[in-house]
């Protein structure tokens, strides 16, 4: 069995659907379980550590690490084996989410491969570059939490071994050293898991598929755009968009609920967004407004239970979450790279999740 940590909501069901495009039989999880479902291959943990401060980020990390390790061996396996995985453009309390694992595991060192070279983000000479540009002169410079100060990823984490990674053999090279060694623990991102499933499972390349979109834009739907990097949606259903008095906190979250309840309800669909608004920096604004989005939303979802719920960013979408009663999900689609479709085990409700710098592909269409 593979467990894996993730650092957000979106990146969970990333792997958890890639886990499900090659035929593994996956489990999304929010929480701790207390035992496993049996002929499980692969379980995703989903925490919040991205988005909380690094000694949390840490405490997090060790909670599900040590509730990882008291699990019992499943047959034929010998040790546990566990991938952490990270954000692709080096967002996050990496240094001590990979510390919390090996001071509670068997592990004896970490290797850091955040690079996908699928998706034009390689690590080359040392230097992270998205579609051929420093990291550092993109829009990942403006985000709010862990902007893009440098593109060196030495200089972004000093200490934390890495491997530049330019293409798939790069990655593969990677893995096959981690596994050989057999202390090593693997971190990274979409690429680096796909090339360890892989040779774990003895599984050939699959690429992911431009699929039809399994929703119907006449159902019942809410969508959250919950991305500082969202872009133009055009869904042709309501949209509410944050007041500007509820954006700068000088009015409470529960004057927009209660303007948007009447209408959500009689129209049965609307889209939920900050809106085009200045960038608010610092985590303190990031938390406030990812946790006003869930409050709204959830309001939204007991007043009437909608069949899809969409939401685009990972603290957005784990704020939300960790607000309702839903806790494990089965995978049902994988629509596009990043854009995931899963069910809550005891809910009569789809969610699609994706990251905010991940395409939507056909999900709309």
Avoid at 262 to 282: F, H, Q
């Amino acid at each position: 069995m593979l467990y894996v940590i993730a650092d957000d909501i979106t990146g969970a069901a990333e792997i958890a659907g890639m886990a499900h495009r090659y035929g593994l039989s996956t489990t999304l999880t929010t929480s701790v379980p207390s035992s496993i479902e049996e002929g499980t291959d692969v379980i995703v943990f989903a925490t919040d550590a991205r988005s909380v401060t690094a000694a949390e980020a840490y405490a997090m990390t060790v909670e599900v690490t040590k509730a990882v390790m008291a699990f019992p061996c499943t047959d034929g396996d010998e040790r546990k084996l566990i991938f952490r995985k990270t954000d692709s453009a080096l967002r996050g309390n990496v240094c001590e989410e990979l510390q919390a694992i090996l001071d509670n595991s068997p592990y004896n060192r970490a290797l850091y491969v955040p690079a996908n070279p699928s998706k034009g983000r390689i690590i080359k000479d040392g230097t992270y570059y998205v579609n051929g540009t420093p990291i550092a002169e993109t829009d990942f410079r403006f985000d709010p939490e862990f902007p893009a100060v440098t593109s060196s990823v030495a200089e972004r984490f000093p200490d934390l071994p890495f491997a530049n990674a330019e293409s798939k053999t790069d990655i593969d090279r990677a893995v096959a050293s981690a596994l050989t060694a057999g202390d090593t623990l693997l971190a990274g991102a979409a690429d680096l898991f796909c090339s360890l499933v892989e040779q774990l499972f003895n599984k050939e390349p699959h690429e992911p598929l431009e699929k039809p979109s399994p929703l119907s834009l006449s159902s019942p739907m809410i969508v959250v755009r919950g991305s500082t990097q969202s872009k133009a949606l055009d869904l042709g259903m309501p949209v509410e968009t944050m007041p500007m008095d509820v954006f700068y906190e000088r009015a409470d979250a529960s004057s927009w609920t209660e303007a948007i309840l009447p209408r959500y309800t009689k129209a049965g669909s609307a889209v939920l967004t900050i809106g085009d608004k200045e960038v608010r920096p610092g985590k303190d604004a990031a938390v406030y407004l990812r946790q006003t989005m869930a409050e709204v939303c959830c309001a939204m979802l007991d007043a009437v239970l909608p069949a899809e719920l969409v939401i685009e960013g990972g603290a957005t979408a784990f704020a939300i979450l960790s607000r309702t009663p839903w806790h494990t999900f089965t995978v049902t689609d994988e629509i596009a790279p990043g854009v995931v479709r899963i069910k809550p085990l005891d809910a009569d409700i789809h969610i699609t999740m994706k990251p905010g710098s991940y395409d939507w592909g056909n999900l709309f269409a």
